[in-house]
């Protein structure tokens, strides 16, 4: 079953402007990390944040988390046309059991010059 | 240079005609996984690997099967490949485990017909 929801599903924005996207996710996790993905190629990992960790940076990215709400959101400063591409959340699961790592459906984003 | 290998990158086969798609990496990680993108559906994990001779099945592992025989490789055979199958897969691995940052193959492109 997929945790991770990405919000919005697509995007557009035009460079210089912020992306901001958001996960939702169903049960409690140990970690939650950002991949990046260029049409049709493998995925890039972006950042992960710890459970116990509110925000995080890494360049123009910052991400928060929010395990209240089951949520984070990912946001993109100062866009650039390289930036165009997909975004997932992937979650793993908080239990003994749960070796699985499950990504959402992600968040396509255009950046236009 | 760290990286997951994936080979073939692009295979159109007819159903019922067994296949592998194999899966190599050299970073000595001990977990590794396959996962399928469909669009609209995002990324959904097959089968997984904690080590050598430790697999479980993912989300959607039916029609699969995996062997990790050897540390570095991991591969995804289809027995009797159908059409539903057709997809883009991605092979990944990570130090020990989904809470680790996971490397992402390029990705292979099957279509069944």
């Known amino acids: 079953s997929q945790q991770g929801e990405e919000d919005p599903q697509a995007l557009s924005i035009q460079e210089g402007e912020n992306a901001t996207m958001n996960c939702s996710y169903k049960t409690s996790i140990n970690n939650l990390q950002w991949y990046r993905q260029n049409s049709g190629r493998g995925l890039v990992h972006l950042i992960l944040i710890r459970s116990n960790e509110r925000e995080k940076h890494s360049g123009r990215l910052r991400v928060t988390l929010d395990t209240s709400k089951k949520s984070s959101s990912l946001l993109i400063t100062a866009s650039r046309a390289a930036d165009t591409a997909s975004y997932f959340c992937?979650?793993?699961?908080?239990?003994?059991?749960?070796?699985?790592?499950?990504f959402g459906k992600g968040t396509s984003l255009l950046v236009t010059p | 240079e760290a990286q997951v290998t994936q080979n073939p990158r692009y295979l159109i086969t007819v159903t019922g005609k067994k296949l592998t798609v194999t899966c190599s990496q050299n970073m000595n990680h001990e977990y590794m996984s396959w996962y399928r993108q469909d669009p609209g559906l995002g990324l959904r994990q097959i089968y997984y690997?904690?080590?050598?001779?430790?697999?479980d099945k993912g989300d959607v592992p039916e029609g699969y099967k995996v062997s990790r025989k050897e540390k570095r490789n991991f591969p995804l055979i289809l027995e009797s490949p159908s059409p539903n199958q057709t997809s883009l897969y991605f092979c990944?691995?990570?130090?020990?485990?989904?809470?680790?940052?996971?490397?992402f193959g390029p990705g292979t492109r099957l279509t069944v017909t």
């Open positions: 990944a691995s990570s130090f020990s485990g989904p809470r680790n940052e996971q490397y």
């Open positions: 992937a979650t793993d699961m908080n239990s003994n059991s749960g070796y699985a790592l499950n």
């Open positions: 690997s904690m080590n050598v001779e430790v697999t």
